[in-house]
């Protein structure tokens, strides 16, 4: 079982339409959670943290549920411009550095229609 | 704005050849990482440091090995390059501390024929 897992998709959706995608992770230790944007051959950018008490930023709102192990990414009125691959990032505090491990998952694409 | 920079976007080299890697960031930025991105096997990591002169192996360390003399520069690099190491490279860094989002250079495209 891989310790980050998302539903690849693809998500088709239209403009306007709202789309949830969940991440389950299998490390219960994990410290701290972050969704990442992927354009097609770009590399990810930061979307946002993600908080056991939600987190909204506009349209995306992000939200941890430790006690089931997962995290989730709602988008709103869904543009064109959502149109990527959004990844989801597990961290684990290293015992011996400052240094957080990361752990991706492998994706969930998304396609947005006029 | 963080800037992570990587010395090349696209790259070709024979097997066998070593290959250098080379990412540098103006942050601050504690710890640095090499990952790679394959179709099908999503980002993993190569190595990471969280100091200079200190380094950590990641997932898949085999047949790379990195270098961080400067705070600002991590350096990736395949000792004797295999076509199983054509892939895309990504190198990032983070702040540290309880900082742990980590910031991307563009990548560069290796191919070993």
Redesign the interface.
Known sequence: RKEVEQDPGPFNVPEGATVAFNCTYSNSAS??F?WYRQDCR?????LM?VYSSGNEDGRFTAQLNRASQYISLLIRDSKLSDSATY?C?V?M??YN??????T????TTLTVKP | DVKVTQSSRYLVKRTGEKVFLECVQDMDHENMFWYRQDPGLGLRLIYFSYDVKMKEKGDIPEGYSVSREKKERFSLILESASTNQTSMYLCASSPGGRSYEQYFGPGTRLTVT
């Open positions: 410290q701290s972050f770009k590399e990810p950018k930061l943290s990844l990032v961290n505090r290293c550095t400052n240094a957080g491990k990361s991706f998952g492998d994706g």
